[in-house]
């Protein structure tokens, strides 16, 4: 047998037939497993991480994962590189289970070379990459990474490169989850933005395209790691991040619970169960949830946790624009992606942020199958300096084309109010929603009854002798005459107003239906979305 020298990994001597081979061979994927000292794993412990390996163990099913160039070295030269070449160079690559279904991996190992990327690493990733999209599975990057190799210069950045490309490559084709496990700057931070979900845990994970000691340097502020790129920052302020969590356990129990609810690939329907709960459940509660006065706030979430499987539904940006909902759950065991209006939040109201984080959402969901159910309480665009200057008619529209070009199935449901354009973005049916439903309380209209009375009968209520006595008849009049509850209805624009309580079961059989739906788009190489 032979002995391997302790930091290069080389052997010291040949061994002498082929039990010395195996011999050598099991020692040197020990050492491999075992990561470069039993101080680099405290090191990692005592920041609150977890090691790389302990991380996939927690991810796959146990004793699924199957390694990938676990031998890999680096072969870069000068700055001591050339006297440091521990194996797997710092990324973890393979493929496991989660509940039976394959999944591939790659976890940045943050005790050999902070996790850099350098060429050999990149090139391991590279090759996962590449097999995932063969295989037509699901890739969760575990990224706990310093950016590229600076010893390695341009090569490092190189490597880069060739993963977004194949982010990109992959997208819309199969579900890429990327989890933040700790500080991640420059390319590090770019590939999980190409990614379909950013997991991130609180305190120890960051991204940032630029750290705080250059923040400071060209701009003169002053700002912690959290400050600038922690899981709040990017979960509240910016949507980069879409979960955040207090640990790295809960984190990746969350990846595995998300990646039930996604089908393999493109080409696949979303995994369905079987439902305990029964179909035609009635929702009385759903009566006593939403009040009839439309200027009354309610809980959307508690709606949806009403008419959705055991009330249970995963959301998506749960802190970043909360004045709408978006998230994945099931109805009668198929799984849906619900857009909502959420009345607690600005009244529910659309605005840049709500925009984007609909369209994206949109997106996903016709992009793997996901029929959506948009739940509308919506009393218009938010109105404003800000919000014209910002953009909302461009972000806006990203919402109306999201929906235009999706061809998964389409119900909607209109709660209460629905007004102007935003009944329109919101998946009506003159955008190609396949079936639109309404409550009782429903109200469409181009804007509410005070508004729409003081435009149209402005001079009839400018001259009477009691100006307030006839706006009151002439609002009551326009409700009456354009705002009852079967106005859509009557003119085909609603396909039926439903009792509230049977709505789960009227969905759910909407959805039966709808199941094998298929629609044919124009040939085009792709479209050109606004931006």
Same mark, same amino acid.
């Given at each position: 047998?032979?002995?391997?020298e ?11 037939d ?10 040197i994927r ?32 146990p ?9 890999r ?9 050339? *006297? ?26 943050f ?17 996962i ?6 295989a037509?599975?699901?890739?969760v ?37 990327s ?14 933005? !190409? ?15 630029t ?6 340097a060209?701009t ?10 922690g ?11 879409h ?29 369905r ?12 509660t ?6 009839a ?15 959705v499987d055991?009330?249970?539904? !995963? ?51 016709d992009?793997?199958n ?8 919506v ?22 084309? *999201? ?30 929603a ?23 009968f402005?001079?009839?209520?400018a ?13 009551k ?9 079967y ?19 009227? !969905? ?24």
């Amino acid at each position: 047998m032979t002995v391997l020298e302790e930091t290069t990994g080389e052997p010291t001597g040949e061994p002498t037939d082929a039990r010395g081979r195996v011999a050598e061979l099991h020692e040197i994927r020990a050492q491999a497993v075992a990561g470069p000292s039993e101080k680099a794993t405290a090191a990692q412990h005592a920041k609150g991480k977890l090691t790389a390996r302990e991380r996939i163990e927690l991810l796959v099913d146990p004793g699924s994962f199957q390694e990938v160039e676990q031998l890999r070295r680096h072969r870069a030269q000068g700055f001591g590189l050339e *006297a440091k070449k521990p194996f797997t160079d710092g990324v973890i690559t393979g493929w496991g289970t989660v509940e039976g279904r394959t999944v591939f991996v790659y976890a940045h190992d943050f005790r050999i070379f902070g996790g850099a990327l350098g060429e050999a690493h990149a090139t391991k990733i590279h090759k996962i990459m590449d097999m995932a999209i063969a295989a037509g599975a699901p890739l969760v990057s575990l990224n706990d990474g310093a950016g590229a190799r600076i010893q390695e210069g341009v090569s490092a950045l190189a490597g880069y490169g060739g993963i977004f490309q194949r982010n990109t490559k992959a997208s819309g084709v199969i579900p890429q989850i990327s989890v933040m496990l700790g500080p991640c700057a420059g390319g590090a931070a770019y590939s999980p933005a !190409l990614t379909d979900f950013v997991f991130m845990v609180r305190e120890t994970s960051q991204m940032f395209i630029t750290g705080p000691d250059v923040v400071k340097a060209v701009t003169g502020e002053e700002i912690t790691q959290n400050g600038l790129g922690g899981a709040d920052v990017h979960a509240e302020t910016s949507g980069v991040c879409h979960f955040a969590y207090d640990d790295e356990e809960t984190c990746i129990a969350e990846v595995r619970y998300l990646l039930s609810l996604l089908p393999q690939n493109n080409r696949e329907n979303p995994p369905r169960v079987d439902a305990t709960d029964p179909v035609d459940r009635r929702g009385d509660t759903l009566l006593d949830l939403v009040p009839a006065d439309g200027n009354r706030p309610y809980d959307m979430a508690k709606v949806i946790e009403e008419i959705v499987d055991d009330g249970e539904f !995963l959301e998506v940006h749960e802190r970043w624009a909360r004045n709408i909902i978006c998230a994945l759950a099931r109805i009668d065991g198929q799984v849906v992606g619900i857009v909502a209006n959420q009345p607690q939040v600005l009244a529910g109201v659309l605005d840049i942020e709500a925009s984007e984080k609909a369209a994206r959402f949109v997106q996903m969901c016709d992009a793997f199958n996901v029929p959506i159910v948009t739940f509308l309480d919506v009393p218009g665009f938010l109105p404003g300096v800000d919000q014209e200057h910002g953009g909302i008619i461009r972000h806006g529209a990203k919402l109306l084309y *999201a929906y235009c070009n999706a061809t998964v199935p389409r119900l909607s449901l209109i709660l209460r109010k629905a007004y102007g354009g935003a009944y329109i973005v919101m998946d009506s049916q003159s955008i190609g929603a396949d079936l639109t439903y309404a409550w009782p309380t429903n109200e469409i209209a181009v804007m509410g009854a005070d508004g729409a009375a003081n435009v149209i009968f402005r001079r009839q209520i400018a001259d009477a002798e009691d100006p307030e006595a006839m706006r009151a008849r002439m609002v009551k009049e326009y409700k009456s005459e354009l705002m009852h509850p079967y106005y859509a209805a009557e003119r085909g624009l609603v396909d039926d107003v439903i009792d509230p309580a049977e709505t789960r079961e009227v !969905l759910a059989k909407a959805l039966a239906m709808l199941h094998t739906k298929h629609a044919d788009l124009p040939s085009r190489k792709h479209g050109n979305p606004p931006q």
